[in-house]
């Protein structure tokens, strides 16, 4: 798809925003950039004003796979949030609700993750991100010539636990089977017009489930979205317009 200027994409939004749209963001590479060591992924002053405002004028929901202890940790209570890519959903005035089944992945990821030496000498330099309902293995630090291998062991375990395993930028992740943004977002919407916003594989979920929504996709490449935007920067000036 060709990127497009914020400008351009902030004249086809005004023809819905009277509409009431409820505004879904994604979190990595949408409102941060993507950096190597995520758990130092803070968001700064500047994209937290602009959500301030964002959230007084519209209803708008943070769309991440991280946890939510680790979102929260991140950008505090006072947003409503979709975590683990939709299986906990947690708002702003301190309601949480999980999918069927969550303790049992969670109990599965903890087993898993008490392990985890095990692959820190089989891999070095990997991380093991334990999402309390989801495991994530980053590859940044990761030898490239045992990339495979580790894909492969990360699914086997997909195989013998039952969990879904998901290929993303540098990760190989296991997440809760039957889960994706574009159905929690759907439940939500409950047929309301709807922004969503994201820049991975994760998000073309949310696109493909929500195709009357107005969706942008963060850079280059092909999209389901309808729009798209070169960077994270970019989405910060339309959201200020907005």
Request: negative net charge; glycine residues 8%; hydrophobic residues 35%.
């Amino acid at each position: 798809m060709v990127l497009q200027k914020a400008s351009e994409i902030l004249i086809e939004f005004r023809k819905i925003s009277p509409q009431d749209p409820i505004i879904f963001l994604d979190y990595d590479g949408t409102l941060v950039p993507i950096i190597k060591n995520p758990e130092e992924s803070y968001p700064d002053q500047q994209i937290m004003n602009i959500l301030e405002r964002i959230k007084r004028k519209y209803d708008t929901y943070i769309v991440t796979g991280r946890s939510l202890r680790e979102i929260r940790e991140f950008m505090g209570g006072d947003f409503n949030v979709l975590a683990l890519h939709g299986a906990v959903k947690s708002l702003d005035d301190g309601t949480t609700d999980f999918v069927k089944d969550y303790q049992k992945y969670r109990e599965i990821c903890d087993s898993i993750y008490s392990r985890r030496e095990e692959f820190f000498n089989q891999y070095p330099g990997v991380q093991i991100i334990n999402k309390d309902g989801g495991l994530v293995f980053t590859k940044w630090h990761v030898p490239e010539q045992l990339f495979d291998k580790l894909t492969a062991e990360v699914k086997n375990l997909s195989l013998a636990t039952g969990m879904e395993l998901y290929l993303g930028k540098m990760i190989v992740e296991l997440r809760i089977p039957g889960v994706n943004k574009g159905k929690a977002i759907r439940g939500i919407r409950n047929g309301r017009p709807a922004m969503i916003v994201g820049d991975d594989l994760t998000d073309e979920d949310a696109y493909r489930e929500n195709p009357d929504a107005f969706s942008i996709h963060i850079g280059d490449g092909p999209t389901a979205a309808k729009h798209s935007l070169g960077n994270y920067l970019e989405l910060r000036g339309l959201l200020t317009e907005l």
